[in-house]
């Protein structure tokens, strides 16, 4: 041992790095994006479930309830029609209702009563609050039923999912598309870069190639290599973890070769901000945990500051994740408009990249 | 008159910065002529050869390479560059490698030709990573010339590369030129420069003499062509900033 040399190896690293200010600036912005990111996002959050209320009781207890309801601050409430309720969870603007039947008093006086919830489900984190307002509620009205005990039986109905469906199912929906997009995002960025510093992209550059021949020799060869990945992914998801899945599998697969080749071209034209593979790995994080964040994956984007959400909305991930969740959540096919949206932005996305690449290609050469 | 050159280039500036890398170059190289690039490191000779094949744009004066201003993608089909690093795929085998620099120039039937003039075909199989730095050399130059080329661009093409093996490169590079292609090949190598028809001296980015081996030895007033070269070299005012 040689304090010495030690000392030479450790001095040598910190030299590297004074003449490496993009690495620098990455080693030390990425982990405050990041941290600010989520501070922000779980501080800010604010929206309470939106629960909608179809009071049917012709007695006096189904309004008790409704105005415990009301004043939970678990949830916020709005008064609807039953018939409207289903539409209402179809298009997001609630995520549960709940009907009184209209002989909600003679069945709290016969002692049980059985109220139907109704949730939409693909969110697991959105029922509990739900079901805890109306349980605050029930006890409420116990105390107006004087000298009788209520039992309660809410009738729990889902839209999507169901009662088996757990939180691997929710995230799963977002994580088969999620670990194609990131591999493939990584293995691109590096090995672009790897055709930079061995040299090859100058031969290529000398040679009849056009930029944009190799954008795209590079995306299909990636892509290939993406929907092999992709449908070990999806096999290993369904068959073995089992994850829920209502939807057709070649709209998944087609979703996630979309994702693939939107990673494939996002490396691409990453790389030309990287001049080694070392500046290029500082990337990951940024550009990763980010989309991680604000995609909707872990924070539906719904209950995201509205700040964020503008963020969200630009971020073609999220149009992914959201694409996903509706296939295998909803069963959405392609006459859906939502899904038509997603699929669209993802795909304007890959055509976009695919453009920019090609632009900065000869630039970052010289 | 510029057509009956292969490549002309006048008057050419490159500055990387505030630092002149090449300043104000006129050359023009006849076909089927074989023009070698003399100069020290650091001279400009690899600047040049990239801006001949169009990979840097000039800040000043022009390159005309077979009619063609450069840079011309069209024209890069008829042009073969040799990096001076063995530039490579290393995770291919040496036919694969020839094989890819041949599909994107259009001329998939040259491989085993070029493979065997480097004598590389015995190891067409081997991968490149696996290879001594002389046989990575022999496989570059293979895939700059596997789809004959009009125009060879050569960046010290003998290095590492043993004796045997360089005299019958220089009598491939003849005959190439016999049939009319046109080389361009920087070299330190004085034995070398000998066989080449015509000479440029670079020096500090500026072409500070040019003519046959015989025309230098004369101008540098040494019967031996290094001191020549030395002398020449040596009567050149610095480098100047821009
Ligand atoms: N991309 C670049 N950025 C900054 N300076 C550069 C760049 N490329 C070349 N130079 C500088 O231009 C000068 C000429 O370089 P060039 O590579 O042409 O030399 P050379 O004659 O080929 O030398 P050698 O015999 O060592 O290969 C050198 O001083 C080099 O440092
Ligand atoms: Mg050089």
Redesign the pocket.
């Known amino acids: 041992m040689s304090g010495h040399r030690i000392r030479a190896i450790t001095r040598r690293l910190l030299q590297g790095f004074r003449r490496d200010r993009r690495t620098l600036a990455l080693l030390f912005v990425a982990p405050i994006v990041i941290l600010g990111l989520l501070g922000y996002l779980m501080r800010g959050s604010s929206s309470s479930p939106s629960v909608g209320i179809a009071n049917q009781d012709s007695g006096p207890l189904g309004a008790v309830v409704a105005k415990t309801l009301r004043h939970s601050s678990h949830i916020t409430t709005s008064d609807i029609n039953a018939s409207d309720g289903d539409p209402k969870l179809r298009d997001g603007s609630l995520v549960a209702y709940v009907v009184l039947p209209s002989d909600f008093s003679s069945q709290a006086q016969a002692g049980t009563v059985a109220p139907e919830v109704h949730l939409e489900g693909s969110q697991p984190g959105e029922d509990a609050p739900v079901l805890q307002a109306l349980q605050q509620a029930m006890t409420s009205l116990a105390s107006q039923v004087a000298g009788r005990n209520v039992s309660f039986q809410p009738q729990v109905k889902y839209l999507y999912g169901g009662a088996n469906y757990d939180t691997l199912d929710y995230f799963g929906a977002a994580f088969v598309g999620l670990v194609v997009f990131f591999l493939v995002f990584v293995i691109t960025i590096v090995s672009f870069l790897n055709e930079r510093s061995q040299g090859t992209l100058e031969r290529l550059m000398a040679s009849p190639l056009r930029r944009g021949e190799i954008v795209l020799g590079y995306m299909l060869g990636f892509t290939v290599i993406a929907l092999v990945q992709a449908a070990e992914v999806l096999i290993f998801s369904l068959a073995i973890l089992r994850i829920h899945n209502q939807g057709n599998v070649l709209l998944i697969f087609g979703m996630e070769a979309l994702m693939a080749i939107a990673a494939v071209n996002l490396g691409i034209f990453l790389s030309m901000f990287a001049r080694s593979e070392f500046q290029a790995v500082q990337f990951i994080p940024l550009v990763v945990v980010p989309q991680i964040l604000l995609s909707g994956i872990i924070f539906p984007v719904s209950t995201e500051p509205s700040a964020l959400q503008y963020l969200s909305n630009v971020l073609p991930l999220t149009y992914a994740v959201n694409g996903m969740r509706d296939i295998m959540v909803k069963d959405a096919d392609l006459t859906w408009s939502s899904l038509q949206l997603d699929a669209a932005v993802v795909a304007g996305f890959c055509v976009v990249l695919i453009a920019a690449g090609t632009a900065t290609l000869r630039r970052r050469l010289a | 008159m510029g057509d009956s050159y292969a490549v002309d280039v006048q008057e050419v500036s490159k500055s990387?910065g505030a630092?002149k890398?090449l300043n104000g170059v006129t050359l023009r190289v006849r076909q089927g002529e074989i023009y070698g690039l003399l100069?020290p490191?650091?001279?400009?000779?690899?600047?040049l050869i990239r801006m001949i094949c169009g990979l840097l744009e000039a800040h000043g004066g022009t390159v005309t390479v077979l009619g063609q201003r450069m840079p011309n993608v069209a024209v890069l089909r008829h042009i073969g560059y040799m990096t001076?690093q063995a530039a490579l795929y290393p995770a291919l085998s040496v036919e694969e490698n020839v094989d890819f620099f041949a599909a994107i120039n259009g001329a998939e039937s040259g491989v085993k030709e070029a493979l065997e003039l480097v004598q590389l075909y015995d190891r067409r199989k081997s991968v490149v990573s696996t290879l001594s730095g002389g046989l990575r050399q022999r496989c570059s130059l293979a895939c700059a010339l596997v789809h004959r080329p009009e125009l060879l661009l050569l960046d010290?093409p003998t290095v590492g590369i043993d004796p045997q093996l360089r005299v019958q490169f220089w009598e491939y590079f003849r005959r190439m030129a016999a049939e009319g292609t046109t080389l361009i090949v920087?070299s330190?190598v004085m034995d070398e420069a000998d066989r080449c028809q015509r000479l440029g001296l670079i020096q500090y980015g500026r072409l500070l003499a040019e003519g046959s081996p015989a025309d230098i030895r004369a101008q540098g007033g040494s019967q031996n062509l290094e001191e020549a070269f030395l002398a020449l070299a040596a009567a050149t005012p610095r480098r100047a900033e821009s």
């Not at chain 2, 490191?41 to 600047?47: C, I």
Request: proline share 0%; charged share 15%.
């Open positions: 990387f630092f890398a100069g490191n650091g001279a400009g000779k690899t600047t001076q010290e920087s330190h």
